[in-house]
């Protein structure tokens, strides 16, 4: 039989090249956003936040821009290596009534090429 | 530095036998989370506990309850497994509870036959 499943997002680059990684958010009044980076077989790892009166944040080869105008933030990973090859999902904290909490993107898969 | 420890890292259950996932953090952190993870479907919150001493319902808490042991102890209990919670799972932990990073353990793979 033929099995149907769910596919990520896939983003192929060339190793060296910069890679960039989107995500649309949901909530208008989400205010602090986080990118994660999941290896096969294993949790997903903090990568870089950013709170959202901020636009831009750099990191060790890694930069998020934020657009709120648009609900939108981006990853850029320059240089990239086979060692990146991951899926990697944003997340957004969303304010509630009853407090506040994280909601997390299904991902996009990156692979590196050598 | 451990971080968030979880165990088991792999478990076959057959339909409505129990089991705890047992979920350690050396951080001091407050917070800590359950979180299941299937395909399409994102990370979603089981439970958390926002400080020692408390508890409550995430996104999907049907067929799970949870106990903050002391602060640094999380476990998510099975009573009664069904096929639909064949999944990872993810323990996770943060300083505080709300506008904080959270800090994933490594994962464990629950299949129920």
């Known amino acids: 039989g033929e099995s149907v499943g769910l596919h990520l997002p896939t983003l192929s680059v060339q190793e060296g090249d910069n890679s960039i990684i989107n995500c649309a958010y949901s909530n208008s009044a989400s205010d602090y956003f986080i990118w994660y980076k999941q290896e096969s077989g294993k949790g997903p790892q903090f990568i870089i936040d950013?709170?959202?009166?901020?636009d831009k944040r750099q990191g060790q080869r890694v930069t998020v821009l934020l657009n709120k105008t648009v609900k939108h933030l981006s990853l850029q990973i320059a240089a990239t290596q086979p060692g990146d090859s991951a899926v990697y999902f944003c997340a957004e904290n969303i304010q509630e009534t009853s407090g506040s909490r994280l909601t997390f993107g299904e991902g996009t898969q990156l692979t590196v090429n050598p | 530095n451990a971080g968030v420890t979880q165990t088991p890292k792999f478990q076959v259950l057959k339909t409505g036998q129990s089991m705890t996932l047992q979920c350690a953090q050396d951080?001091?952190?407050?917070?800590m989370y359950w979180y299941r993870q299937d395909p399409g479907m994102g990370l979603r919150l089981i439970y958390y506990s926002a400080s020692e001493g408390t508890t409550d319902k995430g996104e999907v808490p049907n067929g799970y309850n949870v106990s903050r042991l002391n602060k640094r102890e999380f476990s998510l209990r099975l009573e009664s497994a069904a096929p639909s919670q064949t999944s990872v799972y993810f323990c996770?932990?943060?300083?505080?509870?709300?506008?904080?990073?959270?800090?994933f353990g490594e994962g464990s793979w629950l299949t129920v036959v």
């Open positions: 950013i709170r959202s009166n901020m």
């Open positions: 951080m001091n952190h407050n917070s």
């Open positions: 996770a932990s943060s300083p505080r509870w709300g506008r904080n990073t959270i800090y």
